[in-house]
């Protein structure tokens, strides 16, 4: 192997323990999930590993930095760039955060954390504070400028941001976990369409009564 591949290889090193390091904890669990499985899965030795990253929490906290945080940073993007349709603008955002919950990979991250989160607590502060917070700040903010501008009713916007991103975990962690048990399912995708139709309904304020032509 010459000197230009190896540095080639090196560089690209981070982004391959990286995706292994996904794949191995979403299939195992964080409690399961081994260095040396990592290390295998991405072809290289288990010192490897730890020449980039110092303990399994470390890999974790570079996985979500790696895979989910890129997503919130192109709906804060996208916060900035459209800030004239609330509505529209929430609902493109809700449908891109079911997006990653979605993805088997991506979902179940979050399924990993909330599982877990009693005997890695430190694992689901990182999460709370870097995916959770962040993701409900983004969500409030676009709420608030719409109860501002008259386009939703008043409201809490911690509260509906709940009330929002609640079904679209529940399906998430269904999808991953009995979905395969049902004889008859429901599309993953209709029912999120189903649930913000009914969420922006309840938001969006009535339309002024017409006036009486007489």
């Known amino acids: 192997m010459t000197r ?22 979403v299939g195992k669990g964080f409690a399961a999930a081994r260095m040396e499985d990592i290390a295998r899965r991405a072809g290289v030795s288990k010192g ?27 709906g804060e993007a996208l916060l900035a760039q459209h800030a004239t ?6 609902r493109e955002l809700l449908l891109r955060y079911w997006q990653v919950l979605g993805n088997p990979r991506l979902g179940g991250i979050s399924k990993l954390v909330m599982a877990e989160a009693g005997n890695f607590p ?15 700040a983004l969500f409030a903010t676009v709420l608030e400028r719409g109860i501002q501008a008259g386009v ?23 999808q991953q976990s009995f979905a395969g048990c049902e004889a008859q ?30």
């Open 4 to 25: 230009a591949i190896r540095q080639r290889r090196k560089e690209t090193r981070p982004a391959e323990l990286l995706a292994a390091a996904l794949d191995v904890f």
């Open 122 to 136: 430190e694992i689901a502060a990182f999460y709370h504070e870097h995916v959770v917070q962040r993701g409900h």
């Open 85 to 90: 349709d609330p509505a529209q603008l929430l």
């Open 185 to 214: 399912t429901v599309s993953p995708d209709l029912y999120v369409q189903t649930h913000l139709d009914m969420f922006m309904r309840g938001l969006l304020c009535e339309p002024p009564p017409a006036r009486s032509s007489r």
């Open 152 to 174: 939703f009713r008043s409201c809490d916007p911690l509260m509906m941001c709940q009330l929002a991103i609640a079904p679209l975990m529940f399906s998430c962690l269904w």
């Open 48 to 74: 490897t590993v730890f020449l980039y990253y110092e303990s399994k929490q470390a890999l974790f906290r570079a996985v979500v930095q790696e895979a989910v945080l890129p997503h919130l940073a192109a």
